[in-house]
């Protein structure tokens, strides 16, 4: 069997969730709703960026955190009945579980249950501590989100350190924000006996933390120069090159005990996948090593003259990042390769006996990413914000943001129709905690990294600063305002990877001042 070899990137989206306890969340939102526990297993959205690193809020699992390797945990007698505590902080198991429960919510918000239990096998109607984590390894899907839920409080509680010696004060915006999420408040769905005043106190520590840090965040700023030197101490992490790739699989010998006999039928030989291979190695160029592809497909795997386009597609790509230790990057990127070369890579499965040629032609050397990204600014209204939970109508839902996307289009057209203006509303109105923050601004951003929609919509041809349209996606509708284009890919990344070092290293030393306790028995007494 012929297999298509697919290099494309792992495609993006955006991180959306709704508006209920949306403030909070958003500062919960640091406490990792897209990586706890399901990141293991696989994300639910793609979050490459072409760097080694990426930015992440505070509190975020992308945060290196040497520390957290298992040992032994000695904690106060004083502090024995606290969930967790560092020099200035203590946090009472009622307000671990609001931090818990908000978690278990904000996934709920953001994926939607039915995405939860049949991709993931959690069921957000029973309690987690029955519901096996789907590794099979003998931990509960309450065991995982506790687990990363304390870790990521733990690098809350250094931030929040931090910020106290640092003199840092929440604005007033900041603390009536506090207070109208209080009130807010549903206190039924955390349970444990939770107040009022538990939820004030977990909130007024994650506040404080994610204020200090979007703080410090914004004080990092590089010169051109600063960039451009160290793009040039890691070069191959910006650059890209152009890779077509292919995979043969073949039957290790002719026993098909392993595979029924409609299996064994379309598999070649070893003999024939070799051929193949060294076919593909004695291509001059990409125009003969595609078309040898191609014909093969039509001659072995049955496809038609409508079906190799696609295949084409899927063979190809323009943007093949390095990645340390591949074998494939270090060849495409170590200067070993040159235009139209070939590599050949062999592995076997002696278990399921198959055999494996993979086969790359290098279309396009290195060279640093120039391509072209958007700034652009965006007020969700989030169909999960809008859905009945009891009946759920996903077209009402729909309509309802619709109408909102509309009604507040209106509202920003009646009025001062400026940027600012329009950030106003997103800060207000969004219903993505990814953007609120940002007054609904998104800064370079690369092709591909957003659903197909937005996508298309930003990256139109005639898009010019200051469009505004509505547009419809899976999350819901959007309101768009075109900002700018944005920095070259090559120059936004680094930008990146240089505020993510800048960062880590300053996170570690702040975690070697302000030591933090987590007290896994009383965590994993709360209600789950």
């Given amino acids: 069997m012929i297999q298509i070899q ?24 640091g406490m990792t709703a897209c990586v706890i526990a399901l990141g293991c297993m696989g994300c639910l959205t793609g979050c490459s960026n072409g760097s080694e690193s990426s930015t992440t809020e505070a509190g975020d699992s992308g945060v290196s955190d040497a520390s957290e390797e298992e040992t032994s945990v000695v904690i106060d007698p004083a502090k024995a009945g606290l969930a967790a505590y560092s020099p200035n902080y203590d946090i009472t198991d009622k307000m671990f579980a609001c931090y818990y429960q908000d978690m278990i919510s904000m996934f709920r918000d953001m994926y939607g249950d039915d995405t939860l239990l049949n991709y993931y096998q959690m069921d957000t109607s029973k309690p987690l501590k029955d519901q096996p984590y789907p590794t099979d390894d003998g931990t509960t899907w309450f065991d995982n989100i506790v687990n990363e839920t304390g870790n990521t409080l733990k690098r809350q509680l250094v931030i929040a350190e931090a910020a106290k010696a640092a003199g840092h004060e929440l604005s007033d915006d900041e603390k009536a924000e506090i207070d109208t999420e209080v009130e807010a408040a549903e206190l039924d769905v955390y349970g444990n006996d939770v107040s009022a005043d538990d939820v004030r106190s ?49 039957k290790l010998n002719n026993d098909t005990t392993d595979a029924t006999e409609e299996e064994d039928d379309t598999l070649l030989t070893q003999e024939e996948a070799k051929e193949l291979a060294d076919k593909l190695q004695g291509a001059k160029d990409t125009e003969e090593f595609t078309e040898t592809i191609l014909s093969y497909l039509v001659k072995y795997e049955g496809y038609k003259e409508a079906d190799l386009p696609s295949a084409e597609a899927s063979i190809k790509n323009d943007s093949f990042p390095y990645t340390e230790g591949n074998r494939m990057a270090e060849w495409a990127f170590g200067g070993e390769a040159e235009l139209n070369d070939v590599l050949l890579l062999e592995d076997s499965d002696e278990t399921n006996n198959r055999g494996y040629y993979y086969v790359y032609m290098l279309s396009r050397e290195p060279s640093i990413d120039n391509t072209k990204t958007v700034n652009v600014r965006h007020i969700l209204f989030n169909i999960n914000a809008h859905m009945d939970e009891d009946d759920p109508d996903e077209d009402a839902a729909f309509n309802e943001c619709k109408k909102l996307a509309e009604e507040t289009l209106k509202e920003w057209e009646d009025g001062d129709a400026t940027e600012d203006s329009f950030a106003a509303l997103a800060t207000e109105k969004t219903e993505d905690p990814g953007s609120i923050a940002t007054g609904g601004l998104y800064e370079n951003v690369a092709a591909g990294q957003m659903v197909q929609p937005f996508n298309d919509w930003i990256f139109d041809d005639s898009r010019k600063a200051g469009d505004t349209d509505i547009i419809k996606t899976n999350y819901g509708y959007h309101i768009m305002y075109y900002v700018s284009d944005g920095d070259p890919l090559w120059k936004s990344n680094a930008k990146d990877a240089l505020i993510s070092d800048t960062y880590n290293d300053w996170y570690t030393e702040q975690e070697k001042l302000y030591p933090v306790v987590l007290n896994e028995e009383v965590m994993n007494s709360i209600d789950g």
Avoid at 8 to 16: G, I, L, P, V, Y
């Fill in 202 to 250: 977990a909130l007024e520590i994650q506040s404080y933390s994610a204020s200090y840090y979007n703080a410090y965040m914004d004080s990092l700023n590089f010169s051109d120069s600063e960039i451009q030197k160290y793009v040039d101490e890691n070069k191959k992490n910006f650059e890209t090159c152009g890779l077509i790739g292919f995979a043969i699989t073949y």
């Fill in 6 to 29: 697919n290099n494309t990137s792992m495609e993006e989206t955006t991180k959306m969730t709704s508006k209920k306890g949306r403030k909070f969340r958003r500062l919960l939102a």
